[in-house]
Nanobody, 123 residues
Framework: QVQLVESGGGLVEAGGSLRLSCAAS????????MGWFRQAPGKDRQFVAA????????YYADSVKGRFTISRDNAKNTVYLQMNSLKPEDTAVYYC????????????????WGQGTRVTVSS
């Protein structure tokens, strides 16, 4: 059974930083992309960032480019999202996800999802 467990969310002031982590277990994740999505209240789930198995391919949403950095540690089956210069509009529940055998920004391609961690950015 695949499990994804996010951590690192919380309350931060605008301009601050947070680092999210997502530990995955239950299968091997070779050739799987790992990604982060977010959902703000009343809005659809939105792609944030994704990284390929090798780390050689990385995608970011335009809204986070230059502020967020995604990385992964395959030895630990963990993906990270370093979030700097946070803005109130970054407030959302952040989810990590795994897309088996693919590298994509499409949420429908991600088969496994965590429960989410809440990030609140105050102005």
């Amino acid at each position: 059974q695949v499990q994804l467990v996010e951590s690192g969310g919380g309350l931060v002031e605008a301009g601050g930083s947070l680092r999210l982590s997502c530990a995955a277990s239950g299968r091997t994740f070779i050739n799987d992309a790992m990604g982060w999505f977010r959902q703000a209240p009343g809005k659809d789930r939105q792609f944030v960032a994704a990284v390929s198995w090798s780390g050689g391919q990385i995608y970011y949403a335009d809204s986070v480019k230059g502020r967020f950095t995604i990385s992964r540690d395959n030895a630990k089956n963990t993906v990270y999202l370093q979030m700097n210069s946070l803005k109130p509009e970054d407030t959302a529940v952040y989810y990590c996800a795994v897309a088996p055998g693919l590298m994509t920004t499409l949420a429908t391609a991600y088969r496994y999802w965590g429960q989410g961690t809440r990030v609140t950015v105050s102005s």
